[in-house]
């Protein structure tokens, strides 16, 4: 039996029947226009006839070095026959033309990856017939020389220009500034350069053959599969190489029939805000891509309502029930031909993030789909978006708007011009800097140079450009449209009225209002206060087991994560108290003092610090629990480096050699003295290795006054706002523990002092004592660990670079990149947990642990905790929680929600 390659759009059982009804594969197996068209079709939507060549017969053509599979011709030619007795039209003849565009349709929408050729089987006498059966000579050669110019471009490599060149000549001749205003004669004599054209630059007599022109373009989408562009554009968005394009070959309907002949672009639902509204561009007389090209200024959707009522209410109902049948928002292109609607694609339409969660809730809410798929449905990274830095007001009162254009993607950027794609890529990679991508319009080759940008600025197009479209679908802040911009690539110098940007200068864009500013605006974090945002994480916080908690050093942060839904601190980290400048002298001389009087009284200066440090996260913690990690780095982080010190000295010597002046020479002594001193101290307490030297766990142990004056801090705090009525939930916890006895030693020192201190205050509070698991022992052991520890916090930074023998800032700045590159690991483990080395660990010691003590509470804190796979992983280990830096709170609330529905279907 030979393989179908080919389905026609009235075959889509058959397509669906060969994989099982499954919908996921009859898009893999047709590409999602082809599958689309036939859905719509099977809706009983309008849909010219058609046929898809399957991604299989490309796959098989890609492997077989470029031969087409054996039978795929003869179907192709037999479904071809199969559109002619549909449409009662013969491709190639004369009398009765039928007409095709060749489309390319991969599983995934490319968006504009693979270009499209219409017109395709006009040649000269095809054409006059046309023409006779039309009236509209006009209409005869405008398809004629589109066909040349698309085949010229798409099938056989011509660059676009010369042909744009011999257009932009007759419209100046002719005195008019459309295409669609020159004459019939002059699309004749246009047709004849046109050929003239590909004879010059593809060395080939443009095909006169229907069948060979189809041949040509189907082998040109198959080869475009593996171009540079698709290919880079993949990459990008993580598509798989192997997966193929199909081709369409769909009859061609004309909206460039005259002025009752229209076509056009249309999202079920605003894309931008997620308001449930059509919103769209259409032009009238056009065919194809005029629409999305922005070379023409088109109409809003909502003209068509006056324009052509009946096309826009019957529009109306197709948009609403492709939307109830694909239950989600679409995006939708139709055309007009001469009073008769068609629909010639529909897909799920690109979105902000915005506009996903509005989506979302309302479809919930409108009963097309369910609160978990709701939650399911937008991607946690996309809730980065809301809290997307926005211009200040101060600053925007500050500077003049020079520019407005369309508000296609929101977010605040500034950066550079740059005029071109590899320029913006080169400046963004090489030279580290914030550059704005600023064209005329957007082609499928800028991606790269948009991908690199902070943001980007087009002078046309409209809301459905290329360039709105990659902005929205990569989250870059966008402005389109902006015509007050006369950009000269040439001159690389951008005009608007008065005022001149040179290519390198600094510009801001804000992409949710449409405004352009001269210079670099200040930018300031949003609240979260989106009405549809805060109904989803609602939901998602019905749905997830794990809890989620913060990493914050100080009270702001601590109100910030609460802002965000954080549910308690998993981190405090102490050290930073440390380095204030004010205590930091007094902190050195508790670490260099041999003097043990001198050390208590600088430990004893410290705790008011400490103190108010603690009460301020308590108060803004009230009723949560807060883990306060004692002091962890080696000491030498807090004193003067040792290199320094020695520079500093030679510099001394020689300047006191030098020095005139008796007191100039008494001065520098003393500073030498002093110098010398610390560099003595420096020097005894010099590691080799600091990273696995003194600290953590240590450091209690060899200085236990240091950590007993945190407890005291940290009860003499919890005591303060006890009495201001605030519930304090201190969770003590002990940093780098590898043994057990090291864990039992602090423990009973510290809980001494806490006991102490209640006993002083007379108010008791709720505490639990604990350590992190960062040392691979630590997990090992974690059974008799739990003897002492009544919760254990994964530390999952520095349980990756021990567990891999990895120092973090080496991989990451060195080897990593060739590690990742040639795939000897999977992912960063830094940035994404190990499932299989640190995650079997950890599970280890979660279940060692339960052993000793069922009950043990458990958590990561870490970058980790805010990466939605980690999180993933964290919850299918059973943790309690997950702690991660304030601004990922939303996100790992919303992962973990999506954690669970996803164990519960069992996915
Ligand atoms: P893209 O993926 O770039 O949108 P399409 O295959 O959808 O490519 O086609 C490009 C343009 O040509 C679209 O505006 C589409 O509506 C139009 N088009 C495609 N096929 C036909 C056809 N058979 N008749 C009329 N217009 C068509
Ligand atoms: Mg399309
Ligand atoms: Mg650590």
Not at 60 to 66: D, S
Not at 168 to 182: C, I, K, M, N, Y
Not at 350 to 355: E, G, I, L, V, Y
Request: glycine share 8%.
């Amino acid at each position: 039996m030979t393989t179908k390659w080919v389905y026609t759009l009235d075959e889509l059982d058959e397509a669906e029947a060969s994989v099982d009804g499954d919908w996921d594969r009859v898009r893999g197996l047709l590409g999602g226009k082809g599958a689309n068209l036939g859905e719509m079709n099977r809706l009983g939507v309008p849909v010219p006839p058609g046929f898809t060549i399957t991604t299989e017969a490309c796959n098989a053509y890609l492997a077989g070095g470029g031969e087409l599979p054996t039978g795929l011709w003869e179907q192709a030619l037999a479904a071809l026959r199969t559109m002619e007795e549909k449409t009662g039209k013969r491709f190639g003849d004369p009398t009765n033309p039928l007409l095709v565009s060749c489309r390319s349709g991969a599983k995934f929408s490319m968006p504009g990856m693979m270009d499209t050729v219409l017109d395709i089987g006009l040649n000269d006498e095809v054409t006059e017939g046309m023409i006779k059966l039309t009236g509209n000579e006009h209409f005869g050669f405008d398809s004629y020389r589109r066909l040349i110019q698309m085949f010229g471009t798409v099938v056989l490599g011509v660059r676009d220009e010369p042909f744009e060149d011999v257009l932009a000549s007759h419209r100046e001749r002719r005195g008019v500034r459309s295409d669609a205003d020159l004459t019939g004669d002059d699309l004749r004599s246009i047709v004849g350069a046109f050929k003239d054209i590909v004879r010059r630059h593809a060395r080939i007599e443009f095909p006169s053959d229907a069948e060979e022109q189809l041949r040509m373009a189907t082998l040109a989408v198959f080869d475009s599969w593996n171009g540079k562009r698709a290919r880079d554009y993949r990459d990008a968005a993580h598509i798989p190489h192997d997966l193929g394009t199909g081709v369409n070959v769909i009859t061609m309907v004309y909206g460039n029939l005259g002025e009752g002949s229209a076509t056009g672009v249309a999202m079920s639902r605003n894309a931008t805000t997620g308001e449930n509204a059509l919103e769209g561009d259409y032009l009238t007389n056009a065919q194809g891509e005029d629409v999305v090209a922005g070379t023409r200024a088109t109409k809003p959707l909502q003209q068509l309502k006056t324009e052509m009522r009946e096309i826009y209410i019957q529009f109306e109902g197709i948009a609403r029930r492709l939307e109830r049948h694909y239950r989600d928002m679409q995006d939708m292109e139709f055309t007009v031909e001469r009073g008769k609607l068609w629909i010639l694609q529909t897909r799920t339409g690109k979105r902000t993030a915005q506009a996903a969660v509005r989506i979302a809730v309302e479809l919930a809410d409108e009963g097309l789909i369910s609160r978990k798929e709701a939650v399911l449905r937008v991607e946690p990274e996309q809730i980065e978006f809301f809290l997307h830095p926005q211009f200040s007001t101060e600053s925007k009162a500050g500077h003049t708007v020079i520019a407005r254009g369309l508000n296609v993607s929101p977010g605040a950027a500034t950066g550079v011009v740059a005029f071109d794609p590899d320029l913006a890529e080169r400046w963004a990679k090489e030279s580290k800097r914030e550059v704005l991508l600023v064209r005329p319009e957007t082609k499928p080759d800028d991606v790269h140079g948009m991908l690199a940008a902070e943001g980007i600025l087009t002078s046309s197009g409209g809301r459905t450009s290329h360039a709105a479209l990659v902005a929205r679908q990569f989250g870059k802040p966008a402005v389109v449209g902006a015509s007050a911009l006369c950009i000269d690539l040439v001159a690389r110098l951008m005009t608007v009225n008065d005022t001149e940007v040179h290519e390198g200068e600094w510009i801001s864009i804000d992409g949710t209002t449409g405004e352009v500013f001269i210079g670099k605006l200040d930018t300031v974090v949003p609240d979260m206060d989106d009405e549809w945002l805060e109904r989803l994480m609602g939901w998602a916080d019905e749905f997830r087991r794990l809890g989620v908690r913060a990493n914050a050093d100080n009270p702001a942060d601590a109100e910030l994560a609460r802002k965000y839904g954080a549910e308690g601190i998993g981190l405090c980290r102490t050290e930073h108290m440390f380095f204030e400048p004010e205590r930091l002298p007094t902190v050195q001389r508790m670490i260099t003092t041999q003097v043990l009087a001198e050390r208590r009284e600088a430990v004893d200066a410290l705790l008011p610090f400490q103190r108010e440090d603690f009460a301020g996260l308590f108060r803004a913690m009230d009723g949560l629990p807060v883990i306060i990690r004692l002091l962890d780095p080696p000491l030498h982080e807090f004193l003067p480096g040792f290199e320094e010190l020695t520079r500093e000295l030679t510099d001394l010597q020689i300047r006191v050699t030098n020095a005139r002046t008796l007191e100039e020479v008494e001065e520098i002594t003393t500073k030498l003295s002093e110098t010398q001193a610390m560099l003595d101290k420096v020097a005894a307490l010099r590691e080799s290795n600091p990273m696995l030297g003194l600290r953590g766990v240590r450091l209690g142990i060899l200085i236990p006054e240091l950590t007993r004056m945190q407890v005291r801090a940290i009860f003499e705090a919890a005591c303060e706002v006890t009495r201001e009525g605030v519930t304090a939930v201190p969770e003590i916890m002990i940093p780098l523990t590898s043994h057990v006895n090291e864990l039992r030693r602090q423990r009973e020192v510290l809980e001494v002092e806490a006991r102490k201190v209640m006993a002083e205050r007379g108010i008791e509070v709720k505490y639990q004592f604990g350590t992190m698991v960062e040392v691979p022992r630590a997990a090992l052991t974690a059974d008799q660990i739990a003897e002492y520890a009544e919760f254990l916090s994964f530390g999952t930074n520095d349980l990756t670079q021990m567990t891999f023998a990895m120092s973090r800032d080496d991989a990451e700045s060195g080897f990593l990149m060739r590690y990742l590159a040639d795939g000897i690991l999977p992912a960063n483990p830094f940035a994404t947990l190990d499932e299989d080395g640190v995650g079997k660990l950890m599970r280890l010691a979660v279940s060692e642990a339960r052993k000793t003590r069922p009950d043990i509470e458990t958590g990561v804190c870490g970058e980790h905790g805010g990466d939605p796979a980690s999180i993933a992983i964290c919850d299918a280990l059973d943790l309690d929680y997950v702690s991660c830096s304030p601004y990922r709170v939303p996100i790992a609330r919303l992962s973990a929600a999506q954690s669970a529905l996803r164990r519960s279907q069992g996915t």
